[in-house]
């Protein structure tokens, strides 16, 4: 089956409602200049702390220089980062010096051809991609958690030119997540907007959301 990321978890609660449908990983959303989801660094430490091993503990940062994100992920704890926005190429072989062991998740705004060689560039220096419907070149930057989907064929050509796993976000929701899983057969799909009602972890939309995985 295709994996799972659920994103924007706020509370361990939440964590484990995740987990117990069959989350593979979770999305920890440290400071951001805009979107749902951020919760202070504590709180990351404390759900990072109480999920088992196995899972992935994402942690979402908007941070691209590479002292402040190996602060982050020292306080946090977590073993993936998500870059959410875009680095520097040396930038990568630093932070796998300075947090061994530590995974790396290179987030690509998909728009256009530019995206396909964004990713390519990317590829190489990373465990994932992972593809999103952000808008960094805005004066207040989207990194993502916009609710909106993008072009799949665009997505599925990202997949089919790189070697590295995809990470399919932007919009999913138990509706559409069977029909982006045919389009673009990625690794993973990432949810966070599209499993919630008022900002909360919808028990019902979160089931619905595995199933459609699943059937697909």
């Not at 932070?95 to 964004?118: F, Y």
Request: glycine share 8%; with cysteine.
């Amino acid at each position: 089956m295709v994996r799972v990321k659920i994103c924007c978890i706020q509370s361990v609660e939440e964590a484990r409602m995740a987990l117990k449908l069959g989350a593979a990983a979770i999305g920890l959303v440290s400071h951001m200049p805009s979107g749902p989801g951020v919760i202070d660094e504590t709180t990351i430490a404390r759900i990072a702390a109480r999920v088992p091993p196995g899972v992935s503990t994402f942690l979402l940062t908007s941070e691209t220089e590479v002292s402040a994100i190996v602060a982050q992920q020292h306080r946090c704890r977590v073993n993936t980062i998500q870059l959410c926005d875009r680095m520097e190429m040396r930038a990568y072989a630093a932070l796998r010096a300075a947090l061994p062991g530590i995974a790396l998740v290179q987030v690509v705004p998909v728009s256009g051809d530019a995206s396909v060689r964004e990713a390519e560039e990317a590829a190489p220096h990373v465990e994932a991609l992972l593809l999103d419907s952000g808008s960094p070149d805005q004066a207040i930057k989207v990194l993502g958690g916009t609710g909106r989907t993008h072009d799949w064929p665009t997505s599925r050509r990202i997949r089919d030119a790189c070697e590295t796993p995809v990470f399919l976000a932007g919009g999913l929701r138990a509706e559409n997540v069977g029909q982006a899983i045919r389009a673009v057969r990625p690794y993973a799909v990432d949810v966070c907007t599209g499993v919630r009602t008022d900002g909360a972890l919808d028990p019902a939309k979160l089931a619905a959301f595995f199933a459609a995985v699943r059937s697909a």
